[in-house]
């Protein structure tokens, strides 16, 4: 494999004193999702998982609305990079052609390449998930999450995704660089495995900005939870799209900042 998830690179460290030091670091690469031949989109990319990023990132972006709709995946090493060559059901490469969005995201945004203010806040739907969590629940998952992250444990430098149900834990993560790539892994992976966003909560690893809101809109996931604070217009989308926002998540606490109605204690 040309491109595994984590590389093994030598240097120096000063701890008191220089000394010879090796590390693990995370790959990034560009991933270019294609469609029935032509390219959609390429997104600055952790290439593990790839199978998943393919489902998720499609469902998010509309571009399918269930795993079936992909007839065919092949993921193909580049000299540079990976392809992820999609085959759509008959119909729904018309329709992606009609509203085609090229787009090129950095780790840092998820929303880079859109062609108007209109496009990066699309009307999101609503969600109507009816699940109702303690806040000691949501703690204990995060912390749950903690040894899972196996990626970030080796590099200190990945973000991770988690789908928390409630009497069962973890039953999913997914990391990489760019938070809302692990937000489309772990799409991926609950599509795959046929479960239901709307039956617990997500988690992140990050800050909670207006992307990843938009995501779980798509998903239909009623709670999004984050070890740190969520920006002003991530809350203002939430709020709209009946999405609640749990951040700042610690041992000792959390915030609730919208639809606080499905935390118990919160309401």
């Not at 995704?161 to 999913?172: D, E, K």
């Not at 998540?249 to 959390?254: A, E, K, N, P, T």
């Not at 900042?257 to 204690?265: K, N, P, S, Y």
Request: aromatic share 4%; with cysteine.
């Amino acid at each position: 494999m040309n491109f595994p998830p984590h590389l093994s690179v030598s240097g120096i460290a000063w701890r008191g004193h220089i000394q010879a030091a090796a590390r693990e670091v995370a790959s990034e690469v560009p991933v270019a999702f294609v469609y029935d031949g032509g390219t959609e989109a390429v997104m600055m990319a952790t290439p593990a998982d790839l199978e998943d990023f393919a489902v998720g990132f499609s469902l998010n972006e509309s571009v399918i609305s269930a795993a079936d709709d992909i007839t065919e995946l092949a993921i193909v090493e580049m000299e540079q990079g990976v392809e992820l060559r999609v085959q759509l059901r008959a119909g729904l490469r018309e329709m992606l052609v009609t509203r085609r969005r090229r787009k090129v995201g950095p780790v840092g945004c998820g929303l880079c390449g859109v062609e108007s203010i209109a496009d990066a806040l699309p009307p999101l739907p609503h969600v109507e998930a009816v699940l109702r969590l303690s806040p000691r629940e949501l703690i204990a998952a995060m912390k749950e999450m903690r040894p899972l992250q196996e990626l970030n444990t080796r590099t200190q430098a990945v973000h991770a995704a988690s789908f928390y149900m409630p009497g069962r834990g973890i039953v999913a993560l997914r990391e990489d660089v760019g938070r809302h790539n692990a937000l489309d892994k772990l799409a991926g992976a609950l599509e795959r495995a046929r479960i239901a966003p709307a039956t617990g909560a997500i988690l992140m690893t990050s800050r909670v900005s207006v992307e990843l809101v938009q995501k779980a809109a798509m998903m239909g996931a009623g709670v999004l939870a984050a070890v740190s604070a969520p920006t002003a217009l991530a809350l203002r989308q939430a709020e709209e799209a009946g999405i609640t926002i749990a951040g700042v998540v610690r041992d000792d606490g959390l915030e609730v900042f919208t639809h606080a109605e499905r935390i118990a204690d919160a309401a």
